[in-house]
């Protein structure tokens, strides 16, 4: 970045349009006046210069420009893919139990449906391409409560996928060696608790290895149903003769019918597919673009799987009986798997499930904990649950908390697979529909933020419409599930919101303790209110022990909040405070300035001085610090000054830039994320350090730059098969020279200009057309049949004239000679032969 002030901000239309006196207003400001105690109102906010030492800031650099090793394409499909094929080997039970003899149609409702999340997900994600899944997404579309909701689930949501995972492959095991489910449940998900304390974690090579053996499994199961479907044929008949089963309408069991299987077994086959949501979590840890091809894999293989293995275990098993669907609901794809080639395959299917499953147990132990250590740091958690062990530096109160509520619920439903079926699918379901419901917030309200893909708003509405459907079919057909779902929801949101409203409760215990344990310094406390907002000390308060209480009130509001402003505008700065008052527990908030020459910014720094003063004193129940940093602002900068306030990255902010401005600051690794409440209006945004983050900009290059070569294309097509195919040539070699550029603000550059040499081309070849068809009117157009025009070519011009405007008198729109020059803009200086346009044949 050149300099940190060329970072525009927006500008309003009316501010742009209008040339607004401006005014010059002094305002007395009275520095350290207090208005109450100090736990309500902090003390007055400073002014501090800070220069960035450069060797600190080396070694930050060296730091931030280690290579990172991001996953490819199987190696990131296969961590989530484990989960999603995971999810077929317990889900088929559910289905089947609700549609019967229409298992397939409600499997294939599902691929539909997930095939349109995989546009809604692609648009949020390539717009906002940070970690974090739906709470992220919420995060920075609504406010910070409504994205608390979202991380409730998402809580829920893992918890759930160890307990059903853990469960189902014990129930595979089970039907090798006779063994109790419960205590081998809870037994395995104590095995893994403790492999997390160790620290082992996940790792990409053995999930694609178990991930390609999986799928192997999977794919011979298919062939064998598929061969023993053809020798005996009458299984299926038999089934499709069937009768609907019976379902639970909100507690009343009906006579099943074709709507009820379809419609409450569609319900039940979201299940299949819990496991396509976990790919966002990691967003950041997957190479370019890869994101997409992850979507798009695990949309078709679990898509192909469900689909064949629904009708495949129909054609395998009868419904009833006692070595039927129905009966071997527990193990229902072993059990097809024993029927169809013997029983050596089914111990093999048994075996794979049990590692499968076992694998997205370990996966949820590293997904909670890579969640929750993002709540503390965002405030949403109590942090002591982000402390590290000094031996092994895993978050062990995490893992401890998530196997007593893993092993809680098992206990609770006695491993009821049903019940943990239908607490996981509410879960998943409501992540959906929220995450559906960011992704139209994103659109209306951030649609200037760039994406790779933009999903038309009939899928967005109807995707979401549908995960609707489905949660209602979830609801009316067992509604003692949600129960039991509404218990730990309840759970996890009441801690949430006692962290959200902490402050308040201490202050109503502190109101209670005047009242019933009064001290003796309670009759002084009213003159105490009036002391300086500097006392060094927390006044009394008129309470026995209200000093303690009062001091954890001061530590929580102490907390700071970092903002960048580049310019002391009244109106940003006064909609950060807003934002922080309304969403925010602190009452710190730090702006932070800056800048490289300390004489030529000395008026900026100044006003910042006198502004910081200003709302400090507008906003007595808000700490308000000015910071100004000599230095140039970057990755390495924010790094340093995160460690030195001892602020973490998520905790500080920066206003969202303009859509050139975006990319400069993309190139320089910095994020800018727009967050929150009223987003639309204050344009306050959530920053990353984006060292680890590839920009917006870069996952907008390959595409942009695509379609602007095949917009090239697609200009020459009036010229003449010989001239159209060299002039292709030249701009395929063009391109080729070029697509795989990195540098961002290069290509920017270049595609803005290229856009307005296109324009030129197509004028150029218009003209010389139009020139051709008046010369030879009176010949037959339609049909092609041209005449050579007499004129000779001009001598064929060597000098790139891409970018030369027309001279007057002699290179106008009437003569195009050499004006279309060779090969694509990006190869700006090489000098080419140009095309001659007259004489131009139209095809």
Known sequence: MDSYLEVASPVPILASGLNVRRRKIEVEVEEGAARGPTWQFPRSGTSQHVHVPDAELADIQHQLDQPRKLLTEWPATSISGNDILGSVLYAASSVVAKAGKLMPVSLLMVATVLYFFRFIYEEVVTAIPMNGGTYNALLNTTSKRAAAVAACLSILSYVATGVVSATSGVHYLDTQIDIPIVLCTIALLFAFALLALVGIAENSRVALAIFLHHIVVLSVLVVSCAVYAIKNPHIIRDNMNTEFPEVDFAGTMLTGNAFTAVFFGFGSAMLGVTGFESSSNYVEEQGPGVFRKTLRNMWALSSVFNVSLGVGILAVLPLGGDDGIYASADALLSKAAEVSMGSWFGTWVSVDAFIVLSGS??????????????LSTDRVLPSFLAKTNKLRGTNHYIIGTYFLLASSLVLVLNADTTIMNGVYTYSFLSLMALFASAAMLLKAKRSEIPRDVSAPWPVLVLGFVMVVVAIFANLLGDPSVLMYFALYFIAVAFVMFVMFERV?????????????????????????????????????????????????????????????????????????????????????????????????????????????????????????DFVSVQGEFKPATIEWLSKKMDVPCNMMFITQPDMVSAERVSSNSLAVIPEVEDAAAMGVTRRALGSEVKSLQYFLNRTAVLNQYREFLRTTKPLAADVRLDVRRQIRSGFDACRFEEDERRVSLLLRLAGDQLKMVSDLVDTAVAQQRSADGARDW?????????????????QDTWMDPPSDGEDGKEDVKGRVGAGWPWKSGKRTDKLNLEGIKRR
């Not at 909609?575 to 000395?602: C, G, P, W």
């Not at 041209?786 to 000779?792: G, I, L």
Request: net charge positive; proline share 4%; with cysteine.
């Open 782 to 798: 339609k049909k092609g049949d041209w005449a050579a025009s007499e004129q000779k070519a001009a001598a064929v011009n060597t």
């Open 361 to 374: 147990v370990l996966t949820s132990y590293v997904g909670i904990c890579g969640l929750v250590r993002r």
């Open 504 to 624: 308040t409760i201490l202050r109503c215990i502190l109101a209670l303790m005047k009242k019933t344990a009064p001290s003796q310094y309670a009759k002084q406390t009213a003159t105490n209110y009036f002391r300086t907002r500097d006392t060094p000390e927390v006044e009394h308060t008129g309470a026995r022990g209200g000093r303690t209480i009062a001091r954890a009130i001061v530590s929580i509001r102490s907390a700071p909040i970092v903002f960048f402003c580049k310019r002391p505008d009244l109106t940003i700065i006064n909609k950060v405070i807003t934002y922080v008052r309304r969403n925010e527990q602190t009452h710190t908030l730090r702006i932070v300035h800056v800048f490289s020459d300390e004489e030529t910014d000395a008026p900026v720094l100044k006003a910042f001085r006198n502004l910081a003063a200003l709302f400090d004193s507008m906003y007595p129940k808000i700490r308000i």
